[in-house]
């Protein structure tokens, strides 16, 4: 296997071997965040995470200085509310493997500790006509026909493991099975796999067994059941496993890294202050223009708005999320970003605004002096991801409200 890392932002030319199986993948995938032009593979903006066909395995790594992809793979967990002090403990252990590869390690060493506390199952009542009585007899089925056999009707409780959480564990176990690549996980796949060897699904089945979770709402006397479903669902939704028979042709899970952090500073701070925040579902607009009679409109939408009045288009306080390397501080607040957010912040009648950066070191929040806006208490925030994930978080919130008078 060919292995070859990029930077977040760059492309990779393939060669006669590997551009005509890159495109048979990609046409059979179209929703990957990646295109063909000139024989490159290009990637959409921010995009990391892996991609592997026949014999060449791409990985994506952020453009952040110092953040590797287990950063974001824990930010995305997070900000989908399956993130655990264990699944974090893992996570240091595997910085050097790819967004894919944490993936199925987590649900492998999920489904170790699931195992181990017993499978759930479920009880369903079996009814047969039969000459030996071993269950109860329904006095209002019995009928001359069986009766000539020496059959009485009878119903009785059997216990079974095909539940749809089991089923849906097992769909997910079989897509794992063609992407480890190590040993050891080999190892701990086929201990766990064993448990579910007996379950019996197809592939066809999965949207069915989704929705029937979805409605059952079943509560599990074994706690790991919770997590192993959240990342089973992720495994099934998110990983793009092409098959040919036994042979894998194609794998991928790549994500947007500006998606990700957004998404989680929002959680955070939805999470930890005592105040409302959001983000709003759809853009509003802000300009309109016609040019040959067709109407063009323009809009914006906040990444994060402390304590918005819907009734009169106001906030309180309004956050962006910017996913770019600060590490030379001369990068920190871009003109383009300032303006972005005192437009934001005047379009909403507020003087507490901020742009928030990732970063790998201690970093306070520093206010920025805005020349023609002195009106407006600007603040640069930063995440600091060498801090474990509880207490960056709680550092974030505290910063926040005490520079924008939360507290």
């Given at each position: ?14 060669n006669e071997?590997?551009l ?6 990609l046409s ?6 990646a295109?063909?032009i000139?024989?490159?593979?290009v990637?959409?903006?921010?995009t990391?995470g892996?991609?592997?066909?026949a014999?060449t ?5 952020p453009?952040i ?5 287990n950063?974001y ?11 655990s002090?264990?699944?974090?403990a893992?996570?240091?252990?595997t910085?050097?493997?790819g967004?894919q ?10 489904l170790?500790k699931?195992?181990?506390k017993?499978?759930d199952g ?7 006509y039969?000459n030996?009585i071993h269950g109860?007899i ?7 026909v069986?009766l ?5 009707p009878?119903e009785y409780?059997?216990?079974t493991l095909?539940t749809?959480?089991?089923k849906?564990?097992?769909l997910?176990l ?8 190590s040993?050891d996980?080999?190892?701990?796949f086929a201990?766990?796999?064993?448990y579910f060897e007996?379950?019996?699904v197809?592939?066809?089945?999965e949207?069915?067994?989704q929705?029937?979770?979805?409605l059952?709402?079943?509560s599990?006397?074994?706690?790991e059941y919770d ?5 089973s ?9 092409n ?8 794998t991928?899970?790549?994500?947007n890294s500006?998606?990700i952090?957004?998404?989680y500073?929002r959680?955070v ?5 005592t105040?409302n ?7 509003h607009a ?14 914006y ?5 402390i304590n918005y009045?819907?009734a ?5 306080a309004?956050l962006?999320?910017?996913n770019k390397?600060?590490s ?7 003109l383009?970003?300032l303006?972005q ?6 379009s909403l009648?507020?003087?507490m605004?901020g742009l928030?950066?990732?970063t790998?070191?201690?970093i306070?929040?520093t206010k ?5 806006f002195?009106?407006?208490n600007?603040y640069a925030?930063f ?10 978080n709680l550092?974030?919130c505290?910063e926040v409200s005490e ?5």
């Open positions: 296997m060919d292995i070859i890392h990029l930077v977040e932002g760059n492309s990779y030319q393939l071997t590997e005509p199986l890159f495109k048979k993948y059979q995938n179209t929703q990957i965040p295109r063909i000139n024989n490159n593979l990637f959409d903006d921010y990391i892996s991609i592997t066909v014999k395995s791409i990985i994506i790594d453009r200085t110092g953040l590797t992809t950063d793979f824990e930010m995305q967990l997070y900000s989908e509310g399956i993130v002090d264990s699944i974090t893992l996570l240091k252990q910085t050097n493997y967004l590869e944490n993936l199925v390690s987590l649900f492998i060493d999920c170790q699931l195992v181990k017993g499978l479920s009880f369903y009542q079996k009814n047969e039969s030996t109860r329904v006095v209002d089925k019995i009928d001359p069986h000539a056999q020496d059959q009485l009878i409780t059997l216990h095909e749809a959480d089991n849906l564990i097992k997910a079989n897509k794992c099975r063609s992407l480890i690549d040993n996980l080999h190892q701990q201990q766990v796999a064993a007996n379950i019996q197809t592939p066809q089945e949207s069915v067994i929705q029937q979770i979805k059952e709402h079943t599990h006397m074994n706690s997590l192993a479903i959240e990342l669902l992720k495994i099934l939704k998110d990983i793009k496993l098959m040919q028979g036994s042979h894998v042709l194609g991928s899970f790549l994500v500006n998606d952090l957004e998404k500073c959680t701070l939805h999470n930890c202050l105040a925040v959001i983000k709003w579902e759809t853009p802000t300009a309109k223009f016609i040019i040959d009679n067709v109407p063009y409109i323009k809009s939408v906040p990444d994060i708005l009045n819907q009169h288009n106001t906030t309180y309004l962006d999320a910017k390397d600060i030379d501080h001369r990068k920190i607040g871009h383009a970003d303006y957010v005192v437009y934001y912040c005047q009648h507020t003087n605004g928030v950066y990732p790998k070191k201690e306070k929040p920025i002096l805005l020349n023609n002195a009106d407006i600007f925030f995440v600091n991801f060498a801090l474990p994930l509880k207490q960056r550092q974030l505290q520079k924008f008078l939360l507290i």
